[in-house]
């Protein structure tokens, strides 16, 4: 099985719709979400409609929680939450419904987990090696521990390998998964990209060849920003999509 995995959409319509696009050659059979469907962006019913329709496996991020009232925004930057009452009043019924009832985790086929932030907290960023550290320790402590788990939420493709004690970090190159190591993931951003490069981002996981690959492409930038101009968002969470941070 070759898994797609991505994160962060932020109702971002126009990658969202790329993506299906581009994983049309890649020999995917399924694909798994880490979270924040939802929030910056202007297309929020529709995006989380593509997630239904397409029954992909996903998680809650933390704009998901928000933008259902699960939690409250006070914690946000002003930007953040300014776009996540906007997607409140946005979400139709039976999409607010659909995302407040997405787990926090999951396993899935019992060859990775899944996650947004941390093991054990949606909204905590895994931002260095220490973070990493923590949560190979919160994986190991599993009832059924796992060496393999994918993040999202710092909008970053990378990789953290442990191995004989020791944690290093790796950008952009395929990571081979390897008996008695350990692997957390971040597939990049597929809606809001924050590494400077605007293409959004993705990884894949072949489980028969043990081995995870990171993809970029490129969307309609501009169209995404037009919308959230036309929509009332704030002007800047236009201009960061198109310099990728």
């Known amino acids: 099985m070759r898994y797609a995995v991505i994160s962060d959409i932020h109702s971002n319509l126009e990658s969202l ?11 995917i059979g399924k694909t798994v979400c880490l979270g924040d469907v939802v929030g910056y962006n202007a297309n929020p019913n529709e995006c989380v409609e593509l997630i239904r329709k397409n029954k992909i496996q996903c998680v809650m991020g ?5 933008a259902t009232g699960i939690e409250p925004v006070a914690d946000f930057n002003l930007l953040a939450a300014h776009a ?18 997405l787990p926090r985790s999951i396993t899935v086929d019992k060859k990775f987990l899944a996650i947004h ?3 054990d907290n949606t909204d905590s960023y895994i ?4 973070d990493a550290e923590r949560n190979f320790e919160l994986m190991r402590a599993m009832d059924k521990p796992v060496n393999l788990c994918f993040f999202g939420h710092t909008h970053v493709p990378l990789a953290y390998v442990e191995a004989d004690g020791v ?8 990571v081979k998964i390897e008996k008695g190591a350990s692997y957390l993931i ?8 924050r590494d400077r490069d605007p293409r959004a981002s993705f990884a894949v996981f072949d489980a028969k060849k043990s081995l995870v690959t990171f993809h970029r492409f ?6 995404t920003a037009e919308k959230i101009l036309a929509a009332g968002l704030p002007e800047r969470l236009a201009e960061r999509l198109k310099l990728g941070w």
């Open 62 to 66: 933390n704009h998901d929680s928000r």
């Open 186 to 193: 971040n597939p990049g951003s597929l809606g809001q990209p």
């Open 117 to 119: 932030g941390w093991v």
């Open 84 to 101: 996540a009452r906007w997607t409140m009043d946005a979400l139709t019924p039976e999409n607010a419904e659909f995302l407040k009832t």
């Open 17 to 27: 719709t790329a993506f299906f696009e581009e994983i049309k050659t890649l020999d």
């Open 127 to 130: 931002m260095g090696i220490r």
């Open 167 to 174: 944690i290093g970090s790796a950008a952009g190159a395929p």
């Open 218 to 223: 490129e969307y309609d930038v501009h169209a």
